[in-house]
């Protein structure tokens, strides 16, 4: 242990606190935004701070402080420790963790090729090269975007743990942004919509996404959709496209399993879920094929981690299996409530916020079918892909989602592209409807570097394991008037 | 940290760089919050943090760091590095450079109460267990949040400029649940004392009450009743589609070209006042430039939109105190929205509704089609069926997809009270009151 996290947990326990842990994080950032053929922004941004979270009196208290000093940390120390004595207050019974095994353990990264030794000069360079190339006639407006982190966090717990971790992250995406008068304004994404795709790699994951390649096409698919008709509306058979699938799992699978949002932790931002403890091995999810995990051992995976926040070893765990929900995303205080074992999805956004139960990477199962049978076993139906725009209630339930872009499916046979794509449905009926899942050759894990949870808000990075997949007898092209 | 120690921090932080211009943005903010559910405390948390934010500018490149190391040493670099990163860029022919200092209002807009910063956790577990215990009463459940912060904005430049502010934000939310209903109350206000944990309490418990056992309404076009909960979230979604110099820009802004025509309702006005003290005042943005009052609809007429310097100089305008911390994706944007005061109640509102919907607040709102601000969403936390002038029933949740310019169109109250929400991201705040509207598009229901 350094001298530091010691200090934190020899002072925690003189205070009178039963259990400590401090995390120290150092992290850089580095964003990086062309416009058109232009750089937009280079911004780079270190965070360096701790976060200690006590027991004290049975109850939690937590603080933190972007000032690392030992007097700052004799201050914040003590902040914790009162913080948990008034928490005590109010308390109805004592916090109990979970038995884990503790000790020390060093987690190198995962990068072939540090991000942050590119010269940001060939960052600009290839997000420019890539924009001119889709700023074709009708496209008002080509965005590429670079991100890239280097992490070394830093755990220390008063049970003996000591666990330093690196990680460095790479992630790009490009955008092209078509409008007219009659189709309105269409966007296509390569690789995915927004931040594009991420993973817990260096500059061979930016570089293996051949981004110039996918250029024109990204493009010349946006402004197709500007003559493409308005999605049907009815009720049809639905094929969702892997990168559209990591929305749904996201939304409908990873947010409702988080036991603390189960357990009503989350119900004043977020919303409950309506995977109550009751449902735990014998509640319908899916159909029989459906089988959704929470892995953080998958390599590269953004949401992988060695371990959690709270020192719990990263593993793999079936929320859903042959369509049965089986198991919660959990965190050392609330598994034992429910008969599980810790998982390890606890996680801190930076060093100043508190953990809270937070997906890893959350994966539907690959099934067996190629894509063109997934396409095939539909007489008339849609398939859409890129996300565009999402929304579901406070219990995870009745969901709105609407893609990039889908083409009319008629006779087996993809037919007319159709733009502004929607579809809604209830989570459990439409898992349930799942009658088709794309084999291990259409499965990709696809990182996610914004997901929003807790208060103060916190921002997770996790990812998605899909194929794409078919569902039957879906409600598609919301009206609104 | 004080005034004079932060700005002397960043003024010789200022001599560090050798950039063209130099602008520095500090925010420092001691906040604390007491998190409740179940009607157990579940986690209480505190935290210290300062961020530096720098623009460095040679010719017409621009470069941004950030960091969190406010030393001397730390600001120095973070200066240097912006520098560095601004040599990488290629001129920006629309960047019109740093902005020159502009006098802001003297004194103080308020926004700050010392009670507020010096407010201890003991007093945060007394205001929640206030809740707890109301809702305990009625054998619900309740959850929310205790927020009390103190934060520091400052901003100096090369270009003169050097502004600093400090306020304060106490906020209690509390959701209180039943086995098949629940409600809502929140209360903020830059004074603590100004918080009352029984009237938060007793609204959410109320609600919940009232609509238990809620009955399945079939979908399609009602009139409404929207609390004021509500309607921050469909402001909010406006704001982001339609407000701002950049959604001009992108021809997202109904506003564009209309100033002047009544587009909607003439009982509405929506305007952003960083100035008005009723709100969470801001006096400047964070370029350090002063607050104007920007009127979006005056009398359902079109009005402006909001700017920073960079949208100001490239659409010919006067930049109105609206930037956030650059660079952004977002462009400038207003975070005093405030909508003008009726003459109406809520009472009266349900009153004049044969048969609606009254709406506690929305969830999730998403922009369907941004062009036409057509966004949806879901009711939650006390949904009611209005019959006959009177809510008598809780309903299950509905998804809407709604065009906010329609609803503002067909909105025909307007109440007298307006209630003072806090902003999420921590700083200003809406000031908006309770509103009935017509042929409110409902699409789905929830389970």
């Known amino acids: 242990m350094d001298k530091f996290t010691e200090r934190v947990i020899a002072g925690a326990k003189r205070l009178g606190a039963t259990y400590c842990d401090c995390r120290l994080v150092d992290m850089e950032r580095e964003d990086v935004s062309v416009v058109g053929g232009a750089p937009r922004a280079v911004v780079h941004a270190h965070q360096r701070g ?91 407006l080509a965005r590429g975007q670079m991100q890239f982190l280097k992490e070394r966090k830093i ?63 990204t493009a010349r698919e946006a402004l197709a959709l500007l003559s493409a008709k308005p999605c049907p509306s009815g009720v049809k058979d639905l094929v969702v496209g892997g990168q559209q699938l990591a929305l749904q799992v996201h939304e409908s699978c990873g947010h409702p399993s988080e036991l603390d949002r189960v357990m009503g932790m989350e119900a004043s931002f977020a919303g409950t879920s309506f995977l109550t ?89 690959p099934g067996e079918l190629t894509f063109e049978q997934l396409i095939g076993g539909v007489e008339d139906g849609l398939y859409v892909d890129g996300i565009k725009s999402w929304s579901i209630d406070d219990r995870r339930l009745n969901f709105q989602f609407g893609s990039e872009i889908g083409w009319e499916i008629r006779a087996g046979k993809l037919q007319d592209m159709v733009r502004n794509p929607t579809y809604t449905g209830v989570t459990y009926e439409f898992w349930r409807s799942c009658d088709g899942i794309g084999g291990p050759e259409l499965y990709h894990v696809w990182g996610v570097d914004n997901c929003g949870k807790g208060e103060p808000m916190q921002v997770a990075h996790v990812s998605h394991g899909t194929s794409p997949a078919r569902f039957r007898h879906v409600q598609v092209g919301v009206l609104h008037e | 940290m004080s005034k004079e120690l932060l700005l002397d921090l960043m003024h010789n932080a200022l001599g560090a760089s050798d950039a063209d211009q130099t602008e520095i943005v500090t925010m420092t903010s001691n906040s604390a919050l007491t998190w409740y559910a179940e009607n157990i405390i579940h986690q209480n948390v505190a935290e210290h943090t300062a961020q530096v934010q720098v623009r460095g500018v040679v010719g017409k490149k621009v470069g941004s760091a950030s960091t969190t190391d406010c030393s001397p040493e730390g600001l120095a670099l973070v200066v240097r590095q912006a520098s560095q990163a601004a040599r990488l860029m290629t001129d920006d022919p629309d960047f019109p450079g740093l902005p ?86 929140r209360m903020s206000s830059v004074d603590v004392a100004d918080i009352d944990p029984e009237a938060v309490g007793e609204k959410a418990v109320l609600t919940a009450v009232e609509t238990r056992h ?16 509500a309607v921050e979230e469909l402001m909010g979604m406006l704001a982001y589609l339609a407000l701002s110099a950049r959604s001009v820009e992108q021809h997202a802004c109904f506003l564009e070209g209309h100033e002047g025509e009544q587009l909607v309702s ?17 006096p400047f943005d964070f370029e350090g430039m002063p607050k104007r009052r920007v009127d979006f609809l005056t009398e359902g007429k079109g009005g402006n939109v909001v700017y920073d310097s960079y949208y100001a100089a490239k659409m010919g305008r006067s930049t109105t105190g609206h930037s956030l911390q650059q660079p952004n994706d977002i462009g400038p944007y207003p975070l005093n929205i405030f909508m003008g005061a009726g003459d109406s109640s809520e009472v009266d509102m349900v009153s004049h509704v044969e048969r609606g919907i009254y709406v506690t607040r929305f969830w999730y709102g998403n922009p369907v089609e941004p062009l036409r601000a057509v966004v949806t969403g879901t009711t939650r936390d006390g949904t009611y069926l209005i019959e006959n002038g009177r809510k008598t029933h809780g309903v299950r949740n509905l998804r809407f ?47």
Do not use: C
């Not at chain 1, 109805?92 to 991000?115: R, Y």
């Not at chain 1, 929320?319 to 074992?341: D, Q």
């Not at chain 2, 003439?266 to 801001?282: A, E, F, N, R, T």
């Open chain 1, 50 to 140: 701790f976060g200690v979270r006590v027991i004290a009196n049975g109850a939690w208290g937590f603080s933190s402080s972007s000032v690392v000093t030992d007097a700052e940390a004799d201050h914040i120390v003590e902040e914790a420790v009162d913080i948990a004595n008034a928490s005590a207050l109010a308390k109805k019974k004592d916090v109990v963790l979970a038995p884990v095994s503790s000790g020390e353990d060093m987690i190198p990264h995962q990068a072939d090729v540090d991000p942050f030794t590119i010269p940001d000069s060939d960052k600009i360079g290839l997000l420019a090269e890539a924009t001119r190339a889709m700023m074709l006639p009708g496209v008002v």
């Open chain 1, 155 to 217: 755990f220390a717990s008063s049970e003996g743990s000591y666990i330093v971790q690196d990680r460095v992250e790479s992630g790009a995406g490009i955008s092209a942004m078509a409008a007219s008068e009659k189709g309105g304004v269409q966007i296509r994404s390569y690789p995915m919509s927004f931040s594009g795709d991420n993973a817990q790699s260096g500059w061979e994951f930016v570089d293996a996404m051949k981004l110039l390649e996918h250029a024109e096409p």
């Open chain 1, 277 to 365: 403890t009751d449902k735990k091995g014998s509640f319908r999810y899916g159909s029989d094929i459906v089988n959704l995990t929470a892995d953080a051992t998958i390599p590269h995976a953004l949401g992988g981690l060695a371990y959690d926040d709270e020192g719990v070893k990263g593993r793999k765990v079936y929320l859903v299996r042959g369509g049965i929900f089986e198991h919660y995303l959990n965190s050392r205080a609330s598994a034992p409530v429910v008969g599980e074992e810790p998982m390890g999805a606890m996680r801190a956004d930076g060093f100043a916020r508190s953990p809270i139960v937070r997906m890893v990477s959350i994966n539907l199962e």
């Open chain 2, 100 to 185: 020159l200092r502009q006098a802001i209002a003297p004194g103080s807009v308020g926004g700050w109460v010392a009670a507020t910063a010096a407010s201890q956790p003991g007093e945060r577990i007394l205001a929640v267990k206030k809740v707890i215990e109301r809702a305990e009463h009625e054998g619900l459940r309740a959850a929310g949040t205790y927020q009390v912060q103190s934060s520091e904005l400052a901003v100096v430049s090369s270009m003169g400029v050097a502004a600093y502010h400090q306020y304060t934000v106490a906020a209690l939310k509390a959701v209180v649940m039943g086995d098949d209903s629940s409600g809502y109350g």
């Open chain 2, 214 to 229: 809620p009955m399945e309404v079939e979908p399609g076009a009602f009139d409404v009743v929207l609390s004021p909960f």
């Open chain 2, 266 to 282: 003439p009982i509405v006005s929506l305007y952003d006042d960083g100035l008005d003290p009723s709100g969470m005042p801001i």
């Open chain 2, 401 to 447: 997809t709604q065009g906010l310019v329609d609803m503002l169109a067909h909105t025909v109250e307007i109440s007298r009270n307006r209630a003072v929400l806090a902003s999420a991201f921590g700083i200003g705040a809406m000031v908006l009151p309770s509103i009935r509207a017509e042929k409110f598009q409902f699409t789905g229901v929830t389970r």
